[in-house]
Each structure stands twice: as C-alpha cells, then as structure tokens.
C-alpha cells in the first residue's frame, strides 16, 4: 500500500507541473513583439499627405513656375520702383520723358528746394545726371536747420557744406576753430579730452 502511494504521489503532481512550464512559454511568447514592417510603396499615397501648397510651391516646383516667378519679379520691381518715386515727392507717369537725347534746358527735381554740395550731380527724370546750373545763382536754402530740421533760431552756414544750421547743431573745430554743422564734424575720443574735428582737420 506504501509503494503504491509513493508510485501515484509523483504522478499526481506531473500535469500540473507541465501544464505551469507551458503557460511560463507561452507568456514570454506574447510578451516578445515583432518589429513593424516599414511601407514598401511610400509614394503610394502622397496625394493624402497633410502639406501645405502656397504660392511658394507653385512657383518652385508647379508647371507655371516660370510664370508666378516672371509676374512676381514685376510686381516686386514695380513695387520698388513706385515706392522710390514717390518718396522723391512725385510719381512718375511717362509723359515728362524728354525725347531730346541730350536735353539743353535745367531739369527740375523734387529736391530743388534743397541746398546742394559743391560738385553735386542731379538724377533727372529721363536718368541722365545733370550738373546744377551755377548761373542760376545760389540753390534756394531750406527753410529749417539742415540737421534738426527746426526753424526756429538763427541759422549759421557751415564752413564746409555751406548749408544753414542752427546754433545747437553747429560745432567749432578743435584745430582750426571753424564753426561746422554736426554731420561735417567728427569727435576724437583718443585723447584725455574730447576733442571736435572737421573733415579737413580730421584727415
């Protein structure tokens, strides 16, 4: 009766036994995860990619590409060239274009009211330079300071532009104590003191 029961007792106890190494590999197996397969046909469904086609793209790489990037160079230098004009105080229509090649009469320009360097070429409308007619007499001198642009206040000529400046905006050289408007002259800070320099005296 012993022997018996020491034959069945093992047996007993061998399924379950199995039955537990089984489920072990079977959960290690679902716990492992394949690598996911990359799409061989990437460009098999461009057409539903979220991209954002603009004006840009059209001109890059669209069939009319060489047209958007034509109508777009245009209206940029139509922009530049309009804007450019009208900051001279007058847009420019066609009509005032001299036929003449070399035109004999003074051209007027926008900033006739404006006082002139000595040697200052002028851009008239037809793009040629023109030299300020010195017979004329003397530029019309602005109305303000050439600095500040106030009105207020005497107004000084400087000795190197000969522009107006008011007595706020005018320097006296260091060297050759001229008075100089503040754009013609130059600090010197090499030196213990601060020093104000012409362009003469400065080169």
């Known amino acids: 009766m012993c022997f018996i029961g020491a034959l069945l007792f093992p047996l007993a106890f061998f399924p379950q036994q199995t039955s537990v190494e089984v489920d072990q ?28 086609i603009g004006q840009n793209e059209l001109s890059n790489y669209g069939v009319f590409g ?12 139509n922009l530049l060239f309009n804007g450019a004009k009208a900051v001279m105080g007058k847009i420019w229509t066609g009509e005032e274009n001299s ?31 023109t030299r300020s007619n010195n017979t004329q007499g003397t530029a019309v001198a602005p109305a303000g300071c050439c600095v500040c642009q106030k009105s207020q206040g005497n107004r000084t000529a400087c000795t ?23 754009i013609c002259t130059i600090i010197d800070y090499s030196g213990q003191y601060d020093e104000v320099l012409c362009c003469s005296c400065s080169t």
């Open 99 to 129: 036929m003449d090649p070399q035109p004999t009469h003074q051209v007027e320009t926008p900033a006739h009211n404006q006082a002139l360097l000595r040697g200052q070429t002028l851009i008239g409308h037809d793009g040629r330079l």
């Open 25 to 52: 590999r079977s959960s290690s197996l679902f716990k492992l995860k394949m690598p996911k397969r990359s799409c061989p046909f990437p460009q098999t469904f461009s057409s539903q990619y979220k991209i954002h």
């Open 66 to 77: 060489d047209k958007y990037r034509s109508e777009i160079h245009e209206k940029t230098k």
């Open 160 to 182: 190197q532009c000969d522009r107006l400046a008011c007595s706020s905006c005018m320097r006296q050289c260091s060297s050759c104590s001229n008075l100089c408007c503040s």
